[in-house]
């Protein structure tokens, strides 16, 4: 049975080198929805194993207090990438990321480790999610064959730093560069029934310019955002998070097109604006996501 997790709240998802015990003992302060505790580029090649050491028992002894515990592995072109995942299952993750996706065959491979290494362990089967990471036009151009590759698969991830120097060009503060790859994947995700996550914003004295990208992302129906920094993680949650007025007008189209359709009628008004049916169902998210986002009051 797969891990019922795999729709739940993710609007931020902080980066942490797992080598480091200070960074990942606490970070569960900020309150960031997941944890991104990364054992590839921020790990140096000869401390790969220090790292893993130092990952093991953050799972196994740190109490993060709901926030999910993902674990970045190294490439599957690199000889640290199974015995990754043989930690991080071990240690009892939550989900294991897979960096320069670009097939369904990676994320095959990495499904086929995750399962070897929960037998082994005794962890329940399924237990374990996965999410890849797309960092290369090939990645972009095979987004939906990824996302539909395993049921493990809870989402994807852009990663713009090695997309854009894949596409000859680098990251600005327009996002131009970026607008073809986030929008195809966005709706890949959005065919299979998956999540999908924007890149780092790596420019902290620009909170301005982070918060345009986020509203940007927002607009174009991402579920989140990767950060860098607990600073961040706000700036993300407020975007994300169903502001009042927008719970109250999704209450009132359910309650309106619930009696409506009992009576027979299509097309009416709330406050004004034009509603039939299909407006149901992002009303009913609005109210699931302020739900999970803890600002929801409400009885439905």
């Known amino acids: 049975m797969i891990n019922a997790g795999k729709k739940r709240l993710r609007r931020t998802m902080m980066f942490l080198n797992a080598q480091k015990p200070g960074l990942i003992k606490d970070p569960y302060i900020y309150k960031p929805d997941s944890l991104m505790l990364d054992l590839e580029d921020a790990v140096a090649e000869n401390q790969k194993d ?4 130092s990952l093991y028992h953050a799972l196994r002894e740190i109490d993060y207090r709901g926030c999910e515990r993902v674990v970045r592995i190294n490439g599957l072109d690199t000889p640290y ?5 043989r930690c991080a299952v071990a240690g009892g993750c939550d989900a294991i990321r897979i960096p320069k996706t670009e097939s369904a065959k990676d994320v095959k491979m990495v499904e086929a480790a995750v399962e070897a290494a929960e037998t082994e362990f005794g962890i329940p089967a399924g237990r374990t999610l996965i999410m890849a990471a797309i960092e290369s036009a090939r990645g972009v151009m095979k987004a939906l064959d990824i996302c539909e590759s395993s049921e493990r698969l809870f989402g994807i991830a852009l990663s713009g ?3 854009t ?3 000859q060009t680098h990251i600005t503060t327009t996002g131009v560069e970026l607008m073809g790859a986030r929008q195809n994947m966005i709706i890949a995700a959005r065919a299979a029934g998956v999540q999908c996550f924007d890149t780092v914003y790596t420019n902290l004295d620009d909170m301005e310019g982070f918060r345009q990208s986020v509203e940007t992302i927002h607009l174009m129906g991402f579920d989140g955002k990767s950060i860098i920094n607990p600073r961040q993680i706000n700036i993300v ?4 998070t169903p502001s009042q007025k927008d719970i109250i007008f999704a209450e009132k189209v359910v309650r309106e097109i619930d009696t409506k359709k009992a009576q027979g009628i299509g097309v009416f008004t ?4 034009m509603i039939d049916i299909a407006f149901y169902d992002g009303a009913k ?13 409400g009885d439905l």
């Open 161 to 163: 730093g090695d997309y």
């Open 81 to 85: 990438w199974e015995e990754d995942i």
């Open 285 to 297: 998210r609005t109210i699931e996501l302020a739900k999970a986002s803890g600002v929801y009051k």
């Open 270 to 273: 709330v406050d004004g604006k």
């Open 50 to 53: 220090a790292a893993r050491y």
């Open 237 to 240: 949650h407020e975007i994300f």
């Open 165 to 167: 120097k894949d596409l």
